[in-house]
């Protein structure tokens, strides 16, 4: 491939898959769009670590992306910079108003949702594993999940025919939620119990059951264990 193609001169830098919900997102929008990478892991919490993320990361955290000697460090702005350059790619929805609803409730999921990130933390690996205290408490993670479940529902049922996603084909705002996907998984979580009339079991089925998902579960197999976060 020519320097010129656009893609073939991306490098993301990722974390260590079992728990780098942030990395997950744009390697998983790369992957299942056919945009091309090579890869760049960083072992997390490690104490070279923080030397390591320095080496290419001006905020110390992953994800990044690198290209043509430019770097992009949040994963929103990465699916920006890749929906500007890949527009064949459809990052976001083609029409006008399911683009600002997908990019709404991605935006929701970047900014909120701070209890259910405490309360069921990434572990993609492991399953039958029980919550941990949240800093608002039970009822606010069973919010957050309700919220989720929510999202999920009016965001098929608005714009979803014609495709399994949440805007009908794969999109940015299904990568946003795909750790969220991870986390029911490992918990086991009742979406039920939450409100689910079964599309969201099924999304969440369908997503884990993706190539792209399995090859991230795959490889996280093969990383060192990651230790606990303590902070």
């Known amino acids: 491939m020519s320097k010129s193609s656009p893609g073939n001169d991306y490098a993301l830098v990722i974390g260590t898959r079992q728990g780098s919900s942030w990395s997950l997102r744009p390697w ?11 890869e760049v892991f960083v072992q997390l919490r490690t104490p070279e670590t923080k030397a390591n993320l320095a080496e290419h990361s001006p905020t110390g955290q992953v ?6 000697g430019m770097t992009i460090w949040d ?8 929906h ?51 800093p608002g408490g039970e ?28 805007f ?12 969220v996907v991870s986390r029911f998984t490992t918990y086991a979580t009742d979406l039920a119990a939450h409100g689910d009339d079964g599309s969201a079991a099924a999304y969440r089925d369908m997503m884990m059951a993706l190539p792209a998902m399995r090859e991230w579960d795959a490889a996280a197999r093969q990383e060192p264990t990651m230790p606990p976060y303590v902070g």
């Open 28 to 38: 998983l929008l790369m992957k299942h769009l056919g945009i091309p990478f090579a």
């Open 168 to 179: 009908g084909h794969f999109s940015a705002a299904d990568a946003m939620y795909a750790p």
């Open 139 to 166: 009822r606010a993670v069973e919010r957050d999940i309700t919220r989720v479940i929510q999202v999920w529902r009016e965001s098929r049922a608005k714009y979803g025919h014609g495709g399994s996603f949440l």
């Open 63 to 68: 994800p990044v992306l690198k290209t043509g």
């Open 84 to 134: 500007e350059r890949h527009p064949d790619k459809q990052v976001w929805p083609a029409e006008v108003m399911p683009r600002a609803i997908a990019r709404a409730v991605a935006a929701e999921m970047h900014s909120g949702f701070r209890d259910l990130r405490f309360g069921l933390p990434m572990e993609f690996i492991l399953r039958g594993l029980k919550p941990e205290t949240a």
């Open 75 to 82: 994963s929103m702005a990465i699916a920006e910079f890749l």
